[in-house]
T-cell receptor, first 113, second 110 residues
Framework: NAGVTQTPKFQVLKTGQSMTLQCAQDMNHEYMSWYRQDPGMGLRLIHYSVGAGITDQGEVPNGYNVSRSTTEDFPLRLLSAAPSQTSVYFC????????????FGDGTRLSIL | EDKVVQSPLSLVVHEGDTVTLNCSYEVTNFRSLLWYKQEKKAPTFLFMLTSSGIEKKSGRLSSILDKKELFSILNITATQTGDSAVYLCAGTNRDDKIIFGKGTRLHILP
């Protein structure tokens, strides 16, 4: 049982480049979300989805896009990377929308030069 | 604005000590409070609390919620070096949003 899988684990980008962080879960979870974690800031919600075809903004959505075409996948897109987006990104999922405890992926460490 | 505040931000104790971690919250349409432990990678779930005054317990860890005073505590008794981690508290609301605190970094000295 793979749980929540994030790829890549590490990535370095130049300012202005675009990329997609992948997140997949094999638990048939309806609720998926993306967080960023910065030193001293805890986890901040970027975007979330309560099911296929439905997405919504979290606390810090600017500069990021998401889509949810299938239950399993929830990619996060950076259209034009900025140094302020240097962070560790976590994807999480749960069976239904809150207050279910979430299952987290191992994270993607992203550096923007 | 919804917020979750944890204290202390960091804590160093000796193995065998008992620690209490605090989490206060201001969450509109509050639904639940969750505790996670984060070691090197992904946070792992510890407790979910929805009712006041009912203690949840798992081994040496326990937690309780006070919905009147808007706080929760996480207790760890007889601490071990393996308890060293960042402990995260999160509040959820009825709009499906989850608000995390900044975490308490706990270090257990052997």
């Amino acid at each position: 049982n793979a749980g929540v899988t994030q790829t890549p684990k590490f990535q370095v980008l130049k300012t202005g480049q675009s990329m997609t962080l992948q997140c997949a879960q094999d638990m048939n979870h309806e609720y998926m979300s993306w967080y960023r974690q910065d030193p001293g800031m805890g986890l901040r919600l970027i975007h979330y989805s309560v099911g296929a075809g439905i997405t919504d903004q979290g606390e810090v959505p600017n500069g990021y896009n998401v889509s949810r075409s299938t239950t399993e996948d929830f990619p996060l897109r950076l259209l034009s990377a900025a140094p302020s987006q240097t962070s560790v990104y976590f994807c999480a999922s749960s069976y239904t929308q809150g207050p279910e405890p979430q299952h987290f992926g191992d994270g993607t460490r992203l550096s923007i030069l | 604005e919804d917020k979750v505040v944890q204290s202390p931000l960091s804590l160093v104790v000796h193995e065998g000590d008992t620690v209490t971690l605090n989490c206060s919250y201001e969450v509109t349409n509050f639904r639940s409070l969750l505790w996670y432990k984060q070691e090197k990678k992904a946070p792992t779930f510890l407790f979910m609390l929805t009712s006041s005054g009912i203690e949840k317990k798992s081994g040496r860890l326990s937690s309780i919620l006070d919905k009147k005073e808007l706080f929760s505590i996480l207790n760890i008794t007889a601490t071990q070096t393996g308890d060293s981690a960042v402990y995260l508290c999160a509040g959820t609301n009825r709009d499906d949003k989850i608000i995390f605190g900044k975490g308490t970094r706990l270090h257990i000295l052997p």
